[in-house]
């Protein structure tokens, strides 16, 4: 069982919809993060968060340390959302473990 | 802006052949690192640098080796390149801070390696 699972794999939405991505992960973490890879490869860090909740912009990221789960939220999706977007946790043992991706299309 | 540049985007190599991938970053971080990437898998670290001439494994170090002479640049190694190390790289650097995975990485646009 892989230590950082995301849900869902895959994920279609309309133009507008609001989306959720989810992140659990099994290891005692110091830090998590959202990452957004557009078509082509590069990575792009979103947010890092050890408590609560980020904003920026249309993108929200919350964490819920006791439930060892976060989620990523896009109000009013975009087609320039389509991406894949992946949860990492920086491990008390500082390592760093990644899920496996959550692959977002957004119909115009 | 945090700028890291990989020498390749896409890379067609046979079996057997010693491949090169070279990774760049112009902020003066200390930490480096190189991932491979697969589908169903997520990002896995292949090794990491956290100063000039140190490396440290990462979770799948077989097959490759790396080098950091200087500290912008971090190389990675394919000694005798093979069909199952056909993937995509990316390169990452970060910050020294409390603890290297607590800084936020900045990656590379990665490099799509082939091997035939």
């Known amino acids: 069982k892989n230590e950082v699972e995301q849900s869902p794999q895959n994920l279609t939405a309309q133009e507008g919809e609001f989306i959720t991505i989810n992140c659990s992960y099994s290891?005692?973490?110091?830090?998590l993060h959202w990452l957004q890879q557009h078509p082509g490869g590069g990575i792009v860090s979103l947010f890092m968060l050890s408590s609560g909740k980020k904003k920026h912009g249309r993108l929200i990221a919350t964490i819920n340390i006791q439930e060892k789960h976060s989620s990523l939220h896009i109000t009013a999706s975009h087609p320039r959302d389509s991406a894949v977007y992946i949860c990492?946790?920086?491990?008390?043992?500082?390592?760093?473990?990644f899920g496996a991706g959550t692959r977002l299309t957004v119909k115009p | 802006d945090v700028k890291v540049t990989q020498s390749s985007r896409y890379l067609v190599k046979r079996t057997g052949e010693k491949v090169f991938l070279e990774c760049v970053q112009d902020?003066?971080?200390?930490?480096m690192f190189w991932y491979r990437q697969d589908p169903g898998l997520g990002l896995r670290l292949i090794y990491f640098s956290y100063d000039v001439k140190m490396k440290e494994k990462g979770d799948i170090p077989e097959g490759y080796s790396v080098s950091r002479e200087k500290k912008e640049r971090f190389s990675l190694i394919l000694e005798s390149a093979s069909t199952n190390q056909t993937s995509m790289y990316l390169c990452a650097s970060s910050r020294t801070g409390r603890g290297y995975s607590n800084q936020p990485q900045h990656f590379g646009d990665g490099t799509r390696l082939s091997i035939l």
């Open positions: 290891v005692g973490i110091s830090a």
């Open positions: 902020m003066d971080h200390e930490n």
């Open positions: 990492a946790v920086s491990a008390n043992n500082n390592d760093m473990r």
